[in-house]
């Protein structure tokens, strides 16, 4: 990646304000926890299991964390609103040329787990616009957000985004497919599990017990359409490349891919899917690589990096891959229960 200019004509927008906080649609509420879990196919039973989350360390019911950006999504049909400093980028940028977006990096820092009734509000300004770059994808503008999620006036999360808005090189590649075709990965030998089921981890590990190097259980995720889809729309993400194969083609890919809330929510579930749940997620941050088509297969991996038995902080290392190389990288860290002094 390279600068292929030195002046930005976009550099003004540093710093704006998106205006005054917008409250997200619904209240968190437990049928979209439940649409959630069921497409990222995530059982931790503090999510839907009254009774097994009351006798947890959340001591009731709590919104799967890298859920975070679902809550003030506005889905299909946004509300007419005020145009933002964002909505006039964008439309500097379309006529630039730059009419492709995809989202690049997700750093969410949870200062508490939601719960069912809390209404979340959003603020967010754009702290950078990159002067140009030359990607694989084409040449455009990185736009870096930062945002405060909360609770009235109770600051829960907070989250640094960046998107690419660029010109698309053209197709990526391949025939383009056609509409209602389904592709299916070959996932011969592969178990997959029904739903619902118990979760994986019903106890979670004493930080006391883990060490540097301890690797995390493989996660094998078969990507068909059904669940580039289904998982969009759990994240209320009606943008057309995680749907249309024909749009998504034109706007340089090589069908839909899915979309960063998505890879979150299964980063969250690989780690929540070890860890149990007494875990409670305190950061996750990931930068995504290859997209993941449908089609394909994503393994994440991941190993512990650190774990602190003082605190009971532990940082885990992951990684998720498929056929074209590295969808994910990234870092998340998490507290574990200390066992009880004896």
């Excluded at 990507?223 to 759990?234: F, K, N």
């Excluded at 997620?281 to 990096?305: C, E, Q, W």
Aim: charged share 15%; glycine share 10%.
């Amino acid at each position: 990646m390279t600068t292929v200019e030195t002046t930005n004509p976009y550099a003004s927008y540093r710093g704006r304000s998106l205006g005054v906080p917008h409250l997200g649609p619904d209240p968190v509420n437990v049928p979209m926890v439940r649409h959630w879990c069921e497409a990222i196919d995530d059982r931790n039973p503090v999510y839907l299991d009254a009774h097994a989350a009351a006798s947890s360390v959340h001591g009731g019911l709590v919104a799967p964390p890298t859920m975070l950006q679902a809550w003030i999504m506005f889905g299909l049909r946004p509300p007419l609103r005020a145009s933002t400093p964002q909505d006039e980028l964008f439309v500097e940028l379309n006529q630039a040329g730059f009419t492709s977006v995809v989202a690049t990096n997700c750093n969410q820092t949870y200062h508490r787990y939601l719960r069912p009734g809390d209404h979340v509000s959003l603020e967010s300004k754009i702290s950078d616009v990159s002067d140009m770059k030359t990607t694989g994808l084409g040449d455009g503008h990185f736009i870096s957000s930062e945002m405060l999620y909360r609770v009235g006036d109770e600051l829960v999360a907070t989250m640094i985004w960046r998107l690419l808005k660029f010109r698309p090189r053209g197709k990526a590649g391949g025939a383009p497919p056609q509409p209602g075709q389904n592709v299916i990965p070959d996932i011969t030998g592969i178990e997959l599990p029904s739903w619902p089921a118990p979760a994986p981890a019903k106890v979670s590990p004493f930080v006391d017990d883990i060490a540097a190097g301890d690797e995390l259980p493989e996660l094998v995720l078969p990507l068909d359409r059904t669940i580039i889809m289904a998982t969009a729309i759990a994240s209320r993400d009606y943008q057309e490349v995680h749907h249309d194969p024909g749009l998504a083609v034109l706007r340089g890919s090589q069908d839909i891919f899915m979309n960063i809330l998505s890879t979150n929510g299964f980063c969250g579930r690989f780690v929540t899917d070890w860890a149990g749940p007494d875990a409670v997620l305190n950061n996750v941050s990931i930068r995504l690589g290859v997209p993941n088509y449908a089609g394909d297969v994503m393994t994440m991996t991941g190993s512990v990096t650190d774990a602190d038995p003082g605190s009971g902080e532990v940082t885990v290392t992951l990684q998720g891959a498929n056929s074209l190389g590295n969808h994910v990288t990234g870092t998340v860290t998490l507290t574990l229960p200390r066992r009880a002094a004896a």
